[in-house]
């Protein structure tokens, strides 16, 4: 016997036919299936939208950043962009394809925990918005590239906060023994913030963490938020970016925060 698939975890726009058949934005499922086979991936363009406004109804228009590792073509690119969203890229073809999507760069933030030379090389040429440096090594990489004759990029500093998200541990990323950031317990972070401060090649304008994808407890960027107050606070910088991926239900029973419980934690 099967069991029906609880509507809370379909898109806003999902609806059930008198025949029992699943339609998305008014679409039947069975027939986008037959025509153009399975497995089929369908983007509800009506349910994404309805989520970057609430998102930016609960943090403000361009206090958003779209990761875009989660989804990317030029069309997510833009309409993310057209909703008030910064957009994340990690890797040069990344920031092709949203620049190909008419995104301009001042829009998007550069991460990565390996970035090229060329890559970095890209995102200064383009002019992207930050650069979140990752690694001693990092650095390394933009003094080089200033010794060019490159210009000075904004950057964050992502540091790891010590903070165990509610998450799977393969998609945890803001504890102690993280590969990603500077880590705050050793030292390294307070190191990378004094080297920033007084570089030539980077302006530091602000420190960012990731505590992980999929995170089900809200209460984890509460946390995560009054750790990295207190290491930003005397440095006085005018920005604190807090990430990390929100909780998505998959499978019944499980229940995750709403964005707008997100923005008030």
């Known amino acids: 016997m099967t069991t029906a698939v609880p509507m809370s975890l379909l898109s806003d726009t999902a609806t059930v036919g008198v025949d029992g058949s699943l339609f998305v934005g008014g679409c039947s499922v069975s027939e ?3 025509t153009y086979g399975t497995p089929l991936f369908v983007y ?3 349910h994404l939208r309805a989520r970057c406004r609430e998102a930016v109804q609960a943090f403000g228009r361009r206090n958003v950043v779209y990761a875009s590792k989660a989804f990317l073509c030029k069309a997510m690119a833009l309409l993310a ?3 008030g969203l910064l957009l994340d890229v990690a890797t040069g073809g990344e920031l092709h394809i949203v ?5 301009p760069a001042s829009a998007c933030v550069m991460h990565g925990n390996n970035k090229s030379v060329q890559e970095l090389r890209q995102a200064i040429t383009a002019g992207v918005h930050h650069i979140v440096v990752d690694s001693f090594d990092e650095m390394d990489r933009l003094d080089s590239l200033h010794g060019e004759g490159l210009p000075c990029p904004d950057v964050l500093l992502r540091i790891t906060p010590g903070v165990h998200a509610h998450t799977h541990e393969f998609i945890a990323t803001g504890q102690d023994d993280s590969k990603f950031g500077f880590n705050l317990g050793n030292g390294d972070a ?3 913030v004094d080297r ?6 980077m302006r530091l304008v602000g420190l960012h963490c990731h505590i992980g994808s999929n995170v089900f407890e809200a209460s984890s960027f509460a946390k995560a938020a009054e750790v990295m107050a207190k290491f ?3 440095f006085g910088l005018p920005e604190l970016v807090l990430g990390g991926g929100l909780g998505v239900a998959y ?3 499980e229940e995750a925060p709403t964005i707008a419980h997100w923005g008030n934690v």
């Open 251 to 253: 499978t019944s029973g």
């Open 196 to 201: 920033a401060t007084n570089s030539a090649s």
């Open 232 to 234: 930003a606070d005397p």
């Open 99 to 103: 620049l190909a999507a008419g995104v």
């Open 81 to 83: 962009y057209e909703e």
């Open 32 to 34: 986008l299936a037959a």
């Open 190 to 192: 307070a190191r990378a």
């Open 44 to 46: 509800d363009e009506d």
